[in-house]
């Protein structure tokens, strides 16, 4: 099953690739839009399950919902973690589970979900930062100004769309940049050729009938995709082994 932090990460990567990239990013967005797909079949388990749903209502939030900036919420391995962290990936994780059709009517629910989030999130921070991965305050000034590029409104309606600050989404950035460098480093996998035409099957069964360029035009990027989920496969097994010797003191 994909993790919460693994699936927010895709969010984050999607929305800055929309806002973002002029039209020579276009392709790689549709690789990533292609492979979120892939995603989602095999999670679902068929064909049968291949309609796109409805675009879902925009979710609301409540004042109510969000706790104080520094109420202790969670302790993992001694690292406290507070409201402003809560806060952050609540209106992520709230926004997340709307999109995919899932009820947010249920408050107690959410925030177990979040603080499920918050737990692997601060874990593969942890761990990251045992690597020596580092993110510096340029890379993350870097894809900021890429998601201004195209005019403050299109960035202020992302923000407004995941219920988030600037400086939240900005936080949230550099956890996602650092999650990122940690599974190319440390996630080093190979892809055979008959994983690679195995998937561009799957792309072409998405399809239906539309066109699709041959698999030689697009070999690189549908490697790219294979690589990719075989390092999701990685990190969630990554999640369960840190989880399972993990010291986590709930405080919510």
């Known amino acids: 099953m994909k993790k919460l932090s693994l699936s927010i990460l895709m969010i984050i990567t999607m929305l800055l690739a929309a806002c973002g990239n002029d039209?020579?990013?276009?392709?790689?967005?549709?690789?990533?839009?292609?492979?979120?797909?892939?995603?989602?079949?095999?999670e679902g388990g068929g064909e049968g399950e291949q309609q796109q749903p409805q675009q879902p209502e925009p979710v609301e939030?409540?004042?109510?919902?969000?706790?104080?900036?520094?109420?202790?919420?969670?302790?993992?391995?001694?690292?406290?973690?507070?409201?402003?962290?809560?806060?952050?990936?609540?209106?992520?994780?709230?926004?997340?589970?709307?999109?995919n059709g899932q009820d947010v009517?249920?408050?107690?629910?959410?925030?177990?979900?979040?603080?499920n989030f918050l737990v692997e999130q601060e874990l593969i921070m942890q761990e990251a930062n045992d690597e020596g991965v580092e993110v510096t305050d340029d890379e993350v000034q870097e894809q900021m100004d890429a998601m201004k590029a195209n005019g403050?409104?299109?960035?202020?309606?992302s923000l407004d769309e995941l219920n988030l600050s600037e400086d939240q989404?900005?936080?949230?950035?550099?956890?996602?940049?650092?999650?990122?460098?940690?599974?190319?480093?440390?996630?080093d996998v190979d892809v055979t050729d008959e994983e690679v035409e195995e998937m561009y099957e799957q792309l072409q069964t998405q399809m239906g009938d539309q066109d699709m360029q041959?698999?030689?035009?697009?070999?690189?990027?549908?490697?790219?995709?294979?690589?990719?989920?075989?390092?999701?496969e990685e990190y969630a097994n990554k999640v369960d082994e840190l989880t399972?010797?993990?010291?986590?003191?709930e405080q919510l």
């Open 23 to 42: 039209d020579s990013g276009n392709e790689q967005e549709e690789g990533n839009q292609e492979q979120e797909e892939a995603g989602q079949q095999q």
């Open 152 to 157: 403050e409104e299109q960035f202020q309606a």
């Open 61 to 99: 939030f409540s004042d109510e919902e969000f706790v104080e900036e520094d109420t202790p919420v969670v302790v993992v391995n001694g690292e406290e973690l507070q409201g402003n962290d809560y806060n952050t990936a609540y209106s992520l994780v709230k926004t997340m589970m709307n999109q």
């Open 214 to 232: 041959d698999l030689d035009e697009i070999r690189d990027q549908i490697e790219d995709m294979v690589a990719q989920n075989k390092q999701q």
């Open 105 to 115: 009517s249920d408050q107690e629910a959410l925030q177990d979900e979040t603080i």
């Open 244 to 249: 399972e010797s993990a010291d986590v003191e």
């Open 169 to 187: 989404f900005e936080q949230q950035l550099r956890y996602n940049l650092a999650t990122t460098k940690y599974m190319d480093e440390a996630f």
